[in-house]
T-cell receptor, first 118, second 114 residues
C-alpha cells in the first residue's frame, strides 16, 4: 500500500530551465508535506515543507504547491542548476495515535532522480 | 550546532548474526526515528523513540529493536539477520513528536548481509 507516490523515476532538465517534480498521496490524514534532497553516500537533506492549510510555500529557487482536493503536490525549482542534480523524495507526515501515545512518522515516495545538464 | 551522526558507516554481517547501529541526535532534539532504505526505494519508518521510550512502530518484526539514552542518542538492534535486511539505515532527529516538524537525517549506515 504505497500511500505516497512519485511516478517519475527520473527527470532531465537543462540548466536555467524549470524543474517540476510531482508527488501524489492517498491518505487524507496527512497534514504536513516535505521535500528532501539526497546525494549519494549522504542522508536526505530537508529542502522545503508545506502545511496542509496552505497551498504554496516559497523559499528562494524552490516552491512547493499543494492541491489537497487532488491529493497532489509538486516542487518547482527555478532556475535549475547542475548542483541540484540529486534524488528528490517527497514525504508526508501526520501525528498517529497508537495505544494511547502519539508519534509522528514520515512516509516517503520512491524518489525522483533529477539531472540538470549544463 | 552538531548535526545527526551515525556509526558505523558501513557494516558487513552474515545471516543469523546480530547488529547494533548507533545514532547521535542533533543538539536540542529529543526524538529519534529510524528508517530503512532499500535500494531504489524511499526510506521506510521502523520506529520512533521519545523520552527514552518507543512510542511508534512501522511494519517491522520484533527482531528490530532499539534504545534511547538520557542524552537522546539511540541504538537500533537487529537480531537473526536476513539477506533482505541489507539496506541503508537512517536515523533522524527532531524536536517533539514530529507530526508537523522537520526530521533531520544522519548520513546512514550501509548494512550488507551475506
Amino acid at each position: 500500500d504505497q500511500q505516497v507516490k512519485q511516478n517519475s523515476p527520473s527527470l532531465s532538465v537543462q540548466e536555467g530551465r524549470i524543474s517540476i517534480l510531482n508527488c501524489d498521496y492517498t491518505n487524507s490524514m496527512f497534514d504536513y508535506f516535505l521535500w528532501y534532497k539526497k546525494y549519494p553516500a549522504e542522508g536526505p537533506t530537508f529542502l522545503i515543507s508545506i502545511s496542509s492549510i496552505k497551498d504554496k510555500n516559497e523559499d528562494g529557487r524552490f516552491t512547493v504547491f499543494l492541491n489537497k482536493s487532488a491529493k497532489h503536490l509538486s516542487l518547482h525549482i527555478v532556475p535549475s542548476q547542475p548542483g541540484d542534480s540529486a534524488v528528490y523524495f517527497c514525504a508526508a507526515s501526520s501525528l498517529f495515535n497508537a495505544g494511547g501515545t502519539s508519534y509522528g512518522k514520515l512516509t516517503f515516495g520512491q524518489g525522483t532522480i533529477l539531472t540538470v545538464h549544463p | 550546532e552538531t548535526g545527526v551522526t551515525q556509526s558505523p558507516t558501513h557494516l558487513i554481517k552474515t545471516r543469523g548474526q546480530q547488529v547494533t547501529l548507533r545514532c547521535s541526535s542533533q543538539s536540542g532534539h529529543n526524538t529519534v526515528s529510524w528508517y530503512q532504505q532499500a535500494l531504489g526505494q524511499g526510506p521506510q519508518f521502523i520506529f520512533q523513540y521519545y523520552r527514552e521510550e518507543e512510542n511508534g512502530r512501522g511494519n517491522f518484526p520484533p527482531r528490530f529493536s532499539g534504545l534511547q539514552f538520557p542524552n537522546y542518542s539511540s541504538e537500533l538492534n537487529v537480531n537473526a539477520l536476513e539477506l533482505d535486511d541489507s539496506a541503508l539505515y537512517l536515523c533522524a532527529s527532531s524536536s517533539g513528536l514530529a507530526g508537523g516538524a522537520e526530521q533531520f537525517f544522519g548520513p546512514g549506515t550501509r548494512l550488507t548481509v551475506l
